[in-house]
């Protein structure tokens, strides 16, 4: 079993586990969106970032795909780490609606709960028009989508395709036109 440091707090950890888990073992919780235990591992959303120390070399790496090993020496909120997050988050908002405070979601969001913790309520991005997407489309008999709200995470996706086995959904586009569509109307 690896040994690691963990914000300063030494934790043993099976052979193989990630840093996200790692974390939580010490109940330390790393930002993330497309990760999900249950689902493979793509690496997409780039909230995970932590500082990582092996041998006395720094790097940055994402949490969700680095695995644990002996010796690791892992920050998870440095100054590096804090602005790599609010970078992520600004590009993150550069197209998301403004109307969080009527959002259904509304205190149960992790865009909203990352954008207060890492404090960032001033973008650096020219004010453009927004990008819109589709807004509400049935993707299932109990499943509503907003694109305009989704942050592309693929989790979904990926359910779709490993644990259901149905394939439905799919994301089409590349960067800012990227958008979770119904793979069935889509071809």
Known sequence: MPLLEID???VDVPAGMNLIEAARLLNVEIP???YHAGLTVVGSCRMCQVEVEVGGRKSVAIA???KAADG????TKSETVQKLRRSVLEFYLQHHPLDCPICDDAGECDLQNYYMEHGLH???MPLLEKKHKHK???????IVLDSERC???TRCVRFCREITGTGELGVFGHGRDAELLN???NP
């Open 32 to 34: 993330h969106y497309c």
């Open 183 to 185: 793979v069935r109307e």
């Open 136 to 142: 509400v489309m049935d993707v299932g008999p109990n």
């Open 151 to 153: 942050v592309v995470c």
């Open 72 to 75: 690791m020496k892992i920050i």
């Open 8 to 10: 300063g707090k030494p």
């Open 122 to 124: 001033d973008s650096r």
């Open 64 to 66: 969700c795909n680095t």
